[in-house]
C-alpha cells in the first residue's frame, strides 16, 4: 500500500508550487496596479491643490484686474510642474452683468498627460465680485 503513495506525494507538491507561482504573479501584477492608480491619485490631487491655489491668488487680485490678459501671467508653481507631466494652466474670465449684481466667472483648468498618453484635468469655476460688495458701511 505504500508504494503506491510515493508518486501522489511529488504530484501533490508540484501542483502547491504551481498554485504558489500562480498566486505570486497575480500579487504582482495587483501591486503594479496599485502603484500606477497611486500615481494618478497624487496627479489629480496635486492638479486640484494646484486650481484652488490659482482661485485664491485670483482672489486676492482687485476686481478690475481680473480679465483674460493678467489671467494668463498666472502659471503652474514649479512643483505642480515638476509632477504633472506636460502640465498646463488655463483661465477664463467673463463677465456677467445680466444680473442684478455684475461678478465675473472664472473658470481654471489644470491639465496633464497621464502614462497611456490621455490628457487628463480638473476644473474648478469661482466667481469674483466687484471689491465693493464686501466694503462694510
Known sequence: MRAAR???TLIEV???????AGAFVGTAQLLTVCA?????????FVA???????AERVA??????????????LS???????LLPEGKLSIDSSEKAASAVSHKRIAITVS????TGVER?????????????HKQP
Not at 486676492?60 to 501671467?73: F, S
Not at 484635468?121 to 460688495?133: A, F, G, H, N
Open 121 to 133: 484635468d480638473t476644473r474648478l469655476t469661482t466667481w469674483k465680485y466687484p471689491d465693493s460688495m
Open 6 to 8: 510515493r508518486g501522489t
Open 112 to 115: 496633464w498627460m497621464n502614462p
Open 36 to 44: 500606477r492608480q497611486r500615481v494618478a491619485i497624487d496627479r489629480q
Open 60 to 73: 486676492a487680485m482687485p476686481y478690475e484686474e481680473v480679465d483674460n490678459e493678467n489671467l494668463e501671467k
Open 48 to 54: 486640484q491643490g494646484e486650481a484652488a491655489n490659482v
Open 76 to 82: 503652474l508653481s514649479p512643483q505642480a510642474q515638476a
Open 14 to 20: 508540484c501542483t502547491a508550487l504551481c498554485m504558489l
